[in-house]
């Protein structure tokens, strides 16, 4: 029998388990998003940095899947077009993360979709709530990806005491069954998880850095600032990118001022290796999870999964209750 959890959160947002995919840049495409989806979570493609060709394709690809677009929101800054594709699509939300959500709300609200805030501090949380966020995800830095400051296990539950009647979501760190159930017992009702969908068949991470994921682990993971720098983007003060340690981050924190010095040489090398899938020198994006992943097998079977284990895992076997 499938294994059952129902949070309020399933409700509003039109699912039978309470586990979101993250919207991975580059990553979680149309494919992944409908079989998370199908699965009984709810999808969410990794609009990223906003490339309007790649999101329209893989928005196709969900075909008519219950799914959502998430947004790096500093980059939909005047690129409204982006955020009018996902909604003309008929998505049934939209996650902002990373920049201010309150000039965004009313058009996703009118286009009848969801707004999903992803935020990584406490103060972000009340600025979601304040322009009426519908769904707030507390992020902790232990996510693969961009994230801030802050640990989810404190970040989740202060998150949820200031957040009233909305649904908080737990991210950041969970690549089982045991997160989600340990989300579940901070307050939050439900857990997004990227990492462990990095590791799934549906999966657009390319072969070599998925089949190197199933070998690293959380110590592998480090937070640089050296693939923002070689791809150019000028992120807002106070994220950083967790990433697998490879030639790349360790060139740069051997000696910062002089990867500088010769950025133009290290971009060449960079696109040079983006091109070729070499791992060493190209970013492999995942978090702290990565201790858990031990396969790629298919998402829905992962949602599954997950959803099972948290079942077991709140039964706490191992706990004597007096
Ligand atoms: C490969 C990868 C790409 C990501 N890209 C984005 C992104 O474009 N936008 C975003 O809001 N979050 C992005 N994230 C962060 C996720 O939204 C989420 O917070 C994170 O994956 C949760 O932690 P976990 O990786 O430990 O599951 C990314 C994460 C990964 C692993």
Redesign the pocket.
Request: glycine share 28%; hydrophobic share 45%.
């Given at each position: 029998m499938q294994a059952m959890l129902t949070t309020p959160l399933c409700q509003l947002l039109g699912i039978r388990h309470p586990l979101l995919l993250?919207?991975?840049?580059?990553?979680?495409g149309g494919a992944l998003a409908a079989a998370v989806s199908g699965a009984g979570g709810l999808g969410l493609i990794?609009?990223?940095?906003g490339d309007p060709e790649w999101l329209g394709a893989e928005l196709a690809r969900a075909g008519d899947a219950r799914i959502g677009v998430?947004?790096?929101t500093w980059r939909l800054d005047g690129r409204m077009a982006l955020l009018d594709m996902a909604l003309e699509h008929g998505v049934a939300a939209v996650?902002l993360?990373?920049g201010e959500v309150a000039p965004y709300a009313d058009r996703v609200h009118a286009a009848g979709a969801l707004l999903i805030a992803?935020v990584q501090s406490l103060a972000q949380a009340r600025a979601a709530l304040d322009a009426g966020a519908d769904v707030i995800?507390a992020?902790g830095g232990?996510?693969?990806?961009?994230?801030g400051q802050r640990a989810t296990l404190p970040l989740v539950p202060a998150v949820v005491d200031i957040a009233g009647s909305c649904p908080v979501v737990a991210?950041?760190?969970?690549?089982d069954g045991r997160g989600l159930a340990a989300a579940l017992v901070l307050g939050a009702q439900g857990a997004?998880?990227?990492?462990?969908f990095?590791a799934s068949a549906e999966s657009l991470?390319g072969a070599a850095a998925r089949a190197r994921v199933l070998d690293a682990g959380g110590d592998d993971t480090v937070r640089s600032p050296v693939f923002d720098l070689l791809r150019g983007w000028e992120w807002p003060a106070g994220y950083a990118l967790r990433t697998l340690a490879n030639q790349a981050t360790a060139r740069h924190a051997a000696d910062p001022g002089a990867f500088e010095a010769a950025l133009a040489a290290e971009r060449a090398r960079f696109e040079r290796a983006q091109a070729a899938g070499d791992i060493e020198g190209a970013p492999v994006?995942?978090?702290?999870?990565a201790d858990l992943l031990h396969d790629a097998p298919p998402a829905a079977e992962l949602v599954e999964r997950v959803v099972a284990e948290a079942v077991a895992a709140l039964a706490a076997p191992h706990v004597r209750r007096a």
């Open positions: 993250a919207p991975m840049a580059g990553v979680a990794g609009g990223g940095y998430g947004f790096i996650l993360s990373f992803q995800v992020q232990e996510a693969g990806g961009h994230a991210a950041g760190g969970i690549g997004m998880l990227g990492s462990r990095y991470a994006i995942v978090g702290e999870a």
